[in-house]
């Protein structure tokens, strides 16, 4: 099953119990391949994590068992988070070098790439990651037997309409507090509540599909700019508290400089495509999504 709802065809707690069901079993599965690169695993597991979270979100307001599910989903990615970490800043660094290649040479940071990747190996090196890997595992198995009883409180959009009203609001305030003030914190509270909509948007993308693949694809795109910008920040980050593990100081600076720059471009795109997609006030959207909840459903599954 693919991560989305079918309104027409089932209830939103049948919807959910399924959608959960898929991820989990996949990233059980995924672990067992192998075929598939440890390293690639945890990325996908991890990915796993925040569908469901993203999913459980949507039902909050009508699921009592959101608190403690949300937290069991992103504690379990949370102690594969190194694994990510450490490969996604050498990613970050040639994704930068990359898209600056017309105005820099590439041969002048060399001394900072492998200074990084020096320190992600090592990273990956003093963690267990057969053992984590496992123990996540077992996790998911946990949840796959919780989720038989997961019930919800009320029935079609009502189910649904809180959690998506409070997170698309979320990254509304978000993108407020980021062009208010420009801080990597703020850019990443913005960052997550983007991601969480397009989750969103991605699970209820049948209620009106040739309206809604526009949307999502807008929010994806705002999720990748942003994501790309806390990439970044981290990568700086890293570089300022262990600078002198990373080359002479002017190939440093330069470097951090390139970082400011493209920082600025993302900030640019983010706010210009942001303030289309989150246009609408909080009530507005979640008013026309019902309609379309309404007009994709049978009667007796439209309350």
């Given at each position: 099953?693919?991560?989305?709802?079918?309104?027409?065809?089932?209830?939103?707690?049948?919807?959910?119990?399924?959608v959960?069901?898929?991820?989990?079993?996949k990233?059980?599965?995924?672990?067992?391949?192998?075929?598939?690169?440890?390293?690639?695993?945890?990325?996908?597991?991890?990915?796993?994590?925040?569908?469901?979270?993203?999913?459980?979100?949507?039902?909050?307001?009508?699921?009592?068992?959101?608190?403690?599910?949300?937290?069991?989903?992103?504690?379990?990615?949370?102690?594969?988070?190194?694994?990510?970490?450490?490969?996604?800043?050498i990613?970050?660094f040639?994704?930068?070098?990359?898209?600056?290649?017309?105005?820099?040479?590439?041969?002048?940071?060399?001394?900072?790439?492998a200074s990084?990747?020096?320190?992600?190996?090592?990273?990956?090196?003093?963690?267990?990651?057969?053992?984590?890997l496992s123990?996540?595992?077992?996790?998911?198995?946990?949840?796959?037997?919780r989720?038989?009883?997961?019930?919800?409180?009320?029935?079609?959009?009502?189910?649904?309409?809180?959690?998506?009203?409070?997170?698309?609001?979320?990254?509304?305030?978000?993108?407020?507090?980021?062009?208010?003030?420009?801080?990597?914190?703020?850019?990443?509270?913005?960052?997550?509540?983007?991601k969480?909509?397009?989750?969103?948007?991605?699970?209820?993308?049948?209620?009106?599909?040739?309206?809604?693949?526009?949307?999502?694809?807008?929010?994806d795109?705002?999720?990748?700019?942003?994501?790309?910008?806390?990439?970044?920040?981290?990568?700086?980050?890293?570089?300022?508290?262990?600078?002198?593990?990373?080359g002479?100081?002017?190939e440093?600076?330069?470097?951090?400089?390139l970082?400011?720059?493209?920082?600025?471009?993302l900030?640019?795109?983010?706010f210009?495509?942001?303030?289309?997609?989150?246009?609408?006030?909080?009530?507005t959207?979640?008013?026309?999504?019902?309609?379309?909840?309404?007009s994709?459903m049978p009667?007796?599954?439209?309350?």
């Open positions: 099953m693919t991560y989305r709802f079918e309104p027409a065809t089932a209830s939103v707690e049948a919807n959910l119990r399924k959960a069901a898929s991820q989990i079993d990233a059980i599965s995924e672990i067992d391949d192998p075929q598939v690169d440890p390293h690639k695993t945890v990325h996908q597991v991890r990915k796993r994590c925040k569908k469901l979270r993203g999913l459980v979100r949507l039902v909050r307001d009508t699921f009592d068992g959101y608190r403690a599910e949300n937290e069991s989903f992103r504690d379990a990615a949370a102690q594969l988070s190194y694994v990510r970490d450490a490969e996604v800043i990613q970050t040639d994704k930068l070098i990359a898209s600056g290649a017309n105005q820099i040479d590439p041969e002048s940071f060399v001394t900072v790439r990084l990747l020096r320190r992600s190996a090592e990273i990956l090196r003093q963690n267990g990651l057969e053992k984590r123990q996540f595992q077992e996790e998911m198995r946990k949840a796959r037997d989720l038989e009883h997961w019930t919800l409180e009320e029935r079609g959009f009502k189910a649904i309409a809180g959690g998506l009203g409070k997170t698309y609001a979320r990254a509304r305030k978000a993108m407020r507090n980021a062009k208010k003030e420009p801080t990597a914190e703020n850019f990443h509270e913005w960052r997550k509540g983007a969480y909509h397009w989750y969103h948007a991605r699970l209820l993308q049948d209620i009106q599909p040739d309206v809604m693949k526009a949307h999502i694809t807008a929010a795109e705002l999720s990748e700019l942003l994501g790309d910008h806390h990439d970044l920040a981290v990568l700086h980050d890293t570089l300022s508290a262990e600078a002198t593990a990373f002479d100081h002017a440093l600076t330069s470097f951090t400089e970082i400011s720059s493209r920082h600025s471009e900030e640019r795109q983010a210009a495509l942001g303030s289309n997609l989150l246009a609408e006030k909080r009530s959207l979640v008013k026309r999504w019902r309609e379309y909840w309404l994709a009667v007796d599954k439209a309350a």
